[in-house]
């Protein structure tokens, strides 16, 4: 299994940065693609960008010049570097990570439990 832990969230004025980082931890194999995904009140939960662990990047278009995913495979993290934040990226951020168990080689898909960013004035 994997366990996922968000950090970095918080309130942050229009135009603004924040630096999520998400760390995995447990039992498995390897982890192949990380990823951000958010979910405003009332909105399906969406991707925001992904990474796979020999560093190719997808972004939704609406982050696009804005947002940057990266990772170190070393220690198993995934990071989101937020800047130009808009009263429009505010939600639940949550990291998801899929990969393969230790032994069996079977498929993980693992959520965190999410960290909320709030971009205001």
């Known amino acids: 299994q994997v366990q996922l832990v968000e950090s970095g969230g918080g309130l942050v004025q229009p135009g603004g940065s924040l630096r999520l980082s998400c760390a995995a931890s447990?039992?498995?194999?390897?982890?192949?693609?990380m990823g951000w995904y958010r979910q405003a009140p009332g909105k399906e939960r969406e991707l925001v960008a992904e990474?796979?662990?020999?560093?190719?990047?997808n972004y939704a278009n609406s982050v696009k010049g804005r947002f940057t995913i990266s990772r170190d495979n070393a220690k198993n993290t995934a990071y989101l570097q937020m800047n130009s934040l808009r009263p429009e990226d505010t939600a639940v951020y949550l990291c998801?990570?899929?990969?393969?168990?230790?032994?069996?080689?079977?498929?993980?898909?693992?959520w965190g439990k999410g960290t909320l960013v709030t971009v205001s004035s």
């Open positions: 998801n990570a899929n990969g393969l168990a230790r032994g069996n080689y079977a498929r993980l898909d693992s």
């Open positions: 447990g039992s498995f194999f390897r982890i192949n693609t």
């Open positions: 990474i796979t662990s020999a560093g190719s990047t």
